[in-house]
């Protein structure tokens, strides 16, 4: 499995951008993919995630800014984050569980200027 994030950016608070993971490689019947970002200094947190029968999760940090949703026939994952603030800073990682195994992607940076 491998996946490549792309759509970060340098955005003004208050801007949107629209992030994406590109899966490919053997990925039928996967269980869950995730948006996690990494602020510096900063452990590692789950900013959003989705289930493969469509339900979704946020952070409370972001709920009803950002959405996450799914293209199954693009095998695509997005994260449309709007209203953005500074504290949305850092690095996004896509991540896909399938049968107990995590894959994660390269990660992409989001920097938001006040």
């Known amino acids: 499995v491998q996946l490549q994030a792309s759509g970060g950016g340098l955005v003004q608070a208050g801007g949107s951008l629209r992030l994406s993971c590109a899966a490919s490689?053997?990925?039928?019947?996967?269980?869950?993919m995730s948006w996690y970002r990494q602020a510096p200094g900063k452990q590692r947190e789950l900013v959003a995630s989705?289930?493969?029968?469509?339900?979704?999760n946020y952070a409370d940090t972001v709920k009803g800014r950002f959405t996450i949703s799914r293209d199954n026939a693009k095998n695509t994952m997005y994260l449309q984050m709007n209203i953005l603030k500074p504290e949305d800073t850092g690095i996004y990682y896509c991540?896909?569980?399938?049968?107990?195994?995590?894959?994660w992607g390269q990660g992409t940076q989001v920097t938001v200027s006040s």
């Open positions: 991540r896909l569980d399938r049968r107990g195994v995590s894959y």
């Open positions: 989705i289930i493969s029968d469509g339900s979704t």
């Open positions: 490689g053997t990925i039928f019947s996967w269980n869950a």
